[in-house]
């Protein structure tokens, strides 16, 4: 490649090549988005469930949790808590982390632990829900 073909001559989309998807981006920006809008109503519940029930026993918490609606109520703010957290370690990583490899390899940890711990945490709550723990 000569000089010229490294300043000014190169097209916009010569330049850009390699620097990713333009249209990425947006997916990124409204799932954040979304998952926080999800998980205000989410929390707002679990906090007011928490308070009820402190000092209740473990049966009662676990009664509580093991309700259908309940059930179904704390996986879904799990599993939007967890995408939620992926999302935003992304963009941090993807920001402060300079080398290449270094950040595609965070960022792979980074999905695979909130799809491993996500997925342990919503099978607790199934297994509560379903009659596995008493």
Excluded: C
């Amino acid at each position: 490649m000569s000089s010229e073909q490294s300043s000014g001559r190169r097209s916009p989309l010569s330049r850009a090549r390699g620097l990713g998807s333009a249209r990425s981006g947006t997916t990124h920006f409204l799932s954040q988005r979304w998952t926080a809008i999800a998980l205000v109503p989410l929390i707002i519940w679990f906090v007011i469930g928490i308070i009820a029930h402190i000092g209740a026993s473990h049966v009662v918490a676990m009664t509580w949790v093991g309700r259908p609606l309940n059930a179904v109520l704390m996986a879904l703010m799990l599993g939007a808590l967890f995408h939620h957290a992926q999302l935003g370690l992304q963009v941090v990583i993807e920001d402060y982390v300079h080398a290449h490899g270094a950040k595609i390899i965070l960022i792979v940890l980074t999905k695979g632990a909130a799809l491993i711990f996500g997925g342990l945490a919503i099978f607790a709550v199934l297994r509560i829900s379903l009659g596995g723990v008493a």
